[in-house]
Every structure is written in C-alpha cells, then in structure tokens.
C-alpha cells in the first residue's frame, strides 16, 4: 500500500517562503504522479502542483512562477513556495497517482493522500 506523510507547513508573513515535504513510500517504478493539493477553510481542494515519473511537471495558474515542484531520492517530494500571499493559507496535501500517462489536478484522478500540514500566511 502507498503511503504518503507530508510536513515542513508552518506560518510566515507574506511574501516569506515555505519548503513543504512527503515522503512517499512504496512508490511504482514508472507511470505515476506525485501531486500537492490545498484546502482552505470554506473552500473545495484544489490541484496546485504535479509531477510525473517521467519528469513532466504541471502547475495550477494561481501558484505558477513563485511554487516549485520537485522529486527528490527514494520517493521524497516537494513544494518550494516563494512569494507567499495570504490567500495561500490552507491545509496542504500531498498525493499519489499509480498508472498514470500524464498527470492531471482533477482530484477525481488521486488515490493515495497523506495527511495535511497547515500553512499559514499572514498579512
């Protein structure tokens, strides 16, 4: 069974930066997709960040050009988040996608989910 643990959240000031991190364990070998997903208060998850096996990485509009997305050894992934605003508060989630061509932020598309660690910007 995949297992995914997310961690490095915290609170900043706007415009600070974050580094988030999962460990994701029993990863396949190829075709699938590690992702990064948001939950405000209020509000739907969304699909901010992608990557697959293959290298092809996605990202959603509003974080494109300050969030990074990286693999690093044995199945760590992360977030890199500049230029943070407040309306990035929100409990985020990192995910997993087995069997996968390419990624999607369709969260139809997610099976495995770690549990989520709160980011907090502030004004």
């Known amino acids: 069974q995949l297992h995914l643990e997310a961690s490095g959240g915290g609170s900043v000031q706007s415009g600070g930066s974050l580094r988030l991190s999962c460990i994701a364990s029993?990863?396949?070998?190829?075709?699938?997709?590690l992702g990064w997903f948001r939950q405000a208060p209020g509000k739907e998850r969304e699909g901010i960040a992608a990557t697959h096996s293959d290298g092809e990485t996605i990202y959603a509009d509003a974080v494109k050009g300050r969030f990074t997305i990286s693999r690093g050894d044995k199945g760590t992934l992360y977030l890199q988040m500049n230029g943070l605003k407040s309306y990035d508060t929100a409990m985020y989630y990192c995910?997993?996608?087995?069997?996968?061509?390419?990624?999607?932020?369709?969260?139809?598309?997610?099976?495995?989910w770690g549990q989520g660690t709160q980011v907090t910007v502030s004004s």
């Open positions: 029993r990863v396949p070998k190829n075709d699938y997709c």
């Open positions: 995910a997993a996608e087995k069997g996968a061509w390419s990624c999607s932020l369709k969260l139809i598309y997610w099976e495995y």
